[in-house]
């Protein structure tokens, strides 16, 4: 796990979404024809990824203790099958799943309209824009640099505490002192690398200022599946813009 700021990637991934990025342009424009912000893919399983215990209770403030017991689950990046290229994501949802070899269309929305809220808490609902920013910088600082199944774990981690926590701060930079794996709505047990780093990915949010992937990072919803957050390559919502398939001022509503 490395930080990075400002935004860089390794070579192989650099050349993987560069790669895979072009399936991502293909597939809205496919999709444009009867809605220009919708993405289907097909899910083929986890990629690096680990086992770690969590548990949430939507009516838990963020600095609240709880007793109940820890649930199992993996997490990790999610692999999706893109017009016979591969992309990853992480999802934003708890309780929704995804199935091996299943295709979904999801809207493509702003990362502050996920996740949609969900059964059996009816929550959390949509982020919004204090933990927009938050997931942003997230991104900014650690995505490119995700190396192996631990660290991936971590940032899953890193990304539910966010979307799940109940959040009060009304700004950004006090909200990264309400957020803890060890207590509120979302908590995970500490047993595992991947607790340790995810805890210090979440410290670290705003040091130096908060920075933001643009319009390369995606939200993709779908009320019957797992929400998803999803990068695509820099410059593809200007491809798109330029071949006539996203408008930029579709791409700017949807990322208000």
Known sequence: MSESVPYSV???????????????????????????????????????????????????????????????????????????QERTSFCVQLFEGVTVGNSYTFNVVDPSQVPEAELPYNAPGPMG???????????RRYYAGLSNAADKGAFQLAIYEISHENISALTAASAVSQLALDRGAFQANKPGG???????????????????????????????????????PIGAPAVLAGFGLLGLGLMRRRMK
């Open 129 to 139: 824009s204090v933990k927009a920013q938050l997931i942003n910088d997230l991104y």
């Open 10 to 84: 390794n070579k192989s991934k650099a050349e993987k979404m560069k790669t895979t990025g072009i399936a991502i342009i293909v597939a809205l424009g496919v999709s444009a024809g009867a809605s220009a912000n919708s993405l289907t893919m097909s899910f083929l399983g986890f990629g690096d990824s680990t086992v770690a215990g969590i548990r949430y209770n939507s009516n838990l403030a963020f600095n609240s203790r709880s007793d109940s017991s820890f649930t199992n689950i993996t997490v990790g990046e999610h692999r999706w099958g893109v017009y016979s």
């Open 194 to 232: 991947s607790y340790a780093a995810a805890a210090q990915m979440l410290a670290s949010l705003g040091q130096g200022g908060f920075g933001t992937m643009g319009s390369n990072l995606l939200g993709l919803t779908n009320p019957a599946a797992q929400d998803q957050l999803l990068v695509v």
